[in-house]
């Protein structure tokens, strides 16, 4: 009889990994992707011993620079819930510009450098523009704008070739004591310590989670998406701009398979797909990941064709692991 | 004057209407053809006509695949690979291991129907964006292709394939007209069964349809199953045609199928559009690479007119910006109301 008046058992409470556990810092997307950089860049060490030294760093960082800034536009864009395929496109004209037009003068190289990247943002500035203001699909407006962008491209540069000026070039490819790569990657990650406490980035995440909110609370939503375009465009045009510089040409394709490796590193980098959170830092470790796994999959002798397999296994699984459960399920039993 | 102001709007109201893309895509394939005609003697409409069918059979059985897709709001880029892989594995097994050509067909559809599966659990169970999920689909299928095949070159086409997709019936290919026929079969079932009607529900209002007993997941698993087969099928007869499959074959076909699509009034919102309005989308996309490559015009100038097509497709029958961001132009659409907003 006393059964009844018995309290009842308290529910059990999933444990909550807490800030001082260490399994807290494994939820956090920035961390989780920089273990895996430094522990592939290990497995890669243990591979090739020789490669063990400063130069080899140096060269890894500026392989991963043009996939880091080509993926902080896409960050940037992906962050306001949105997605621009035409990156890759502009990658292709600004080097196609730049293999053309540069004057070996070093007035005439900053100011063909300042024309292009102006050309990047505005060609961004239009996707967002037909996104923003003209409310068309991001995927759909972007693909069109890549094909009309490599149009020009091809029209500036029918095939690869061209030069840049040496000077311009030598600037690029310093690999020693420390590579250009490295000192652009410390820059603009000092550069992202600054933006990410700015109120234009909040902004930019507030659109991100909910465009209609963000309106409601007085925030420009359409101006905000535009700028995170022309944003893309001038990162991918900085990109396009170092690619001149390494290979010292131009190619009218090049950007092709920075599309879809740049979406794929922002992925990697713990940047949600559903907009809203997005970290630079990330992003660096996320070119990281993807520059080793190139040097891997050279070190091990495999077939090269089997890269997209390896990054597609990592995309799989970075995905599956970090986008679970946060817009999975709104209301019980429906999905989203 | 009212009745010139009710009539003038009628006209814009009817440009702006999701029919005119369709509308549009007609008269424009129609105006290229006969252009064609009249400024190249060496167009001849009867095997024209042929050969548009042909091309179009292959860009088009990817479009169908994609309109499916898109119509529930999703996207396929694993396209391009699934493609490939169908043509290869073909070509593999009936040629190199003397499998009967059906079952070899049958074989490589069966795989593509797997691989959609999996892209359509990972979207319906895990709420995962397609975009991602597909890519990575692509790449591991890929990579699962050609270890498959050791890297190896692929072999030729089984005779009978190619045997069939050369042969014409009334001056059309024979290809082609197993894709209009599949579009017009699927275009009747989309508005006229009730899986169709789930379809598009599923599209239109995802939680209306959940709360409504669509059972949208089953849906959703069922239109990335049937895009990934409709993509291998595709794969099989661009084989076909040109004899020796190559890897990488199918990775022009995603962009053409897609603009063909959007061409042809499919809104990436999802739950608007049509097979009919594909087809006659990707009709126009064929017709018009053949006039460009009879005009022999640079390859740059080819993408800006891809590119600028769609943009003007998309800007007359754009759904406009939500009701409330719109602060000059007229609402026309209300934009469907964020998940995150329902109690």
């Known amino acids: 009889m006393t059964d009844v008046f018995r309290a009842p058992t308290p529910p059990k409470v999933r444990s909550v990994a807490s800030r001082y556990q260490p399994s807290y810092f494994l939820t956090q997307p920035t961390i989780r992707v920089w273990v895996l950089a430094v522990g592939l860049l290990i497995f890669y060490f243990v591979l090739s011993p020789s490669s063990i030294n400063f130069g080899s760093l140096n060269l890894l960082t500026e392989n991963a620079l043009p996939l880091a800034w080509v993926a902080a536009g896409q960050m940037a864009v992906v962050t306001a819930a949105q997605i621009d395929l035409s990156v890759g496109s502009v990658m292709s004209l600004s080097t196609a510009i730049a293999a053309t037009q540069m004057g070996s003068s070093g007035v005439d190289v900053i100011g063909t450098i300042l024309v292009i990247v102006l050309i990047g943002a505005a060609l961004g500035a239009v996707n967002g523009f037909f996104v923003a203001y003209r409310g068309m699909s991001a995927f759909i407006v972007t693909i069109a704008t890549w094909s009309i962008i490599d149009g020009l491209a091809l029209l500036v540069l029918p095939s690869a070739g061209g030069s840049v000026p040496n000077g311009f070039a030598s600037v690029i490819n310093t690999v020693s004591p420390v590579s250009f790569g490295a000192i652009a990657l410390v820059v603009s990650l000092l550069l992202w310590a600054w933006v990410r406490t700015t109120a234009g980035f909040m902004r930019l995440r507030a659109v991100g989670s909910s465009a209609e909110k963000a309106h409601w609370a007085g925030v420009a939503e359409r101006r905000t998406t535009l700028m995170a375009f022309a944003f893309s465009g001038f990162a991918a045009a900085c990109a396009g701009l170092v690619l001149a510089g390494i290979t010292q040409s131009g190619d009218p394709n090049i950007g092709t398979s920075y599309i879809l490796n740049g979406l794929a590193t922002a992925v990697i980098g713990g940047v949600s797909l559903f907009g809203g959170s997005g970290s630079f830092a990330g992003v660096v470790g996320g070119a990281m990941v993807l520059t080793v796994v190139n040097d891997v999959v050279f070190a091990l002798g495999l077939n090269p064709y089997l890269e997209p397999a390896i990054v597609g296994g990592i995309l799989a699984v970075a995905v599956l692991t970090t986008g679970l459960g946060s817009q999975g399920v709104i209301i019980q039993g429906v999905e989203s | ?343």
């Open chain 2, 1 to 343: 004057m009212t009745q010139f102001r009710d009539v003038l709007g009628t006209g814009v109201d009817m440009l702006r209407s999701r029919r005119f893309p369709s509308a549009l895509a007609i008269a424009g394939t129609a105006g290229l053809f006969l252009a064609a005609l009249f400024l190249f003697p060496s167009f001849d409409s009867y095997s024209d006509i042929s050969e548009l069918t042909l091309f179009g059979a292959f860009v088009g059985f990817v479009a169908a695949g994609e309109t499916l897709v898109i119509l529930i709001g999703g996207v396929d880029l694993s396209a391009p690979w699934v493609m490939t892989t169908g043509g290869i594995l073909v070509a593999g097994w009936a040629t190199a291991q003397h499998v009967p050509t059906v079952v070899a067909i049958l074989g490589a559809l069966g795989v593509a129907a797997v691989i959609g599966a999996v892209n359509g659990i990972i979207v319906a169970w895990l709420g995962l964006s397609p975009v991602i999920v597909t890519l990575a689909t692509n790449g591991l299928v890929e990579g699962g292709l050609l270890a498959y095949e050791r890297g190896m070159s692929p072999l030729n086409v089984p005779e009978p394939i190619t045997h069939w997709v050369y042969t014409k019936v009334w001056g059309l290919s024979s290809a082609g007209i197993l894709w209009i026929v599949a579009s017009i079969i699927l275009a009747v079932l989309l508005r006229r069964s009730t899986p169709g009607f789930r379809h598009l529900a599923t599209g239109g209002n995802r939680i209306a349809a959940v709360l409504s007993g669509v059972p949208t997941r089953a849906i959703t698993v069922g239109a990335y199953c049937g895009c990934s087969v409709l993509c291998a099928l595709a794969g099989i007869l661009y084989s076909g045609f040109v004899q020796i499959p190559y890897y990488g074959m199918g990775d022009p076909f995603l962009f053409e199928a897609v603009a063909g699509a959007v061409i042809g009034g499919l809104a990436f919102t999802g739950g608007e559009g049509s097979f009919a309005g594909t087809l006659v989308g990707v009709l126009f996309i064929v017709t018009l690479n053949q006039f460009m490559s009879a005009l022999n015009v640079s390859a740059g100038v080819v993408d800006l007119i891809y590119g600028g097509s769609i943009l003007f497709a998309l800007a007359v029958s754009g759904p406009g910006s939500p009701r409330w961001t719109s602060r000059r132009r007229p609402v026309r659409r209300t934009a469907t109301p964020e998940a995150s907003t329902l109690p």
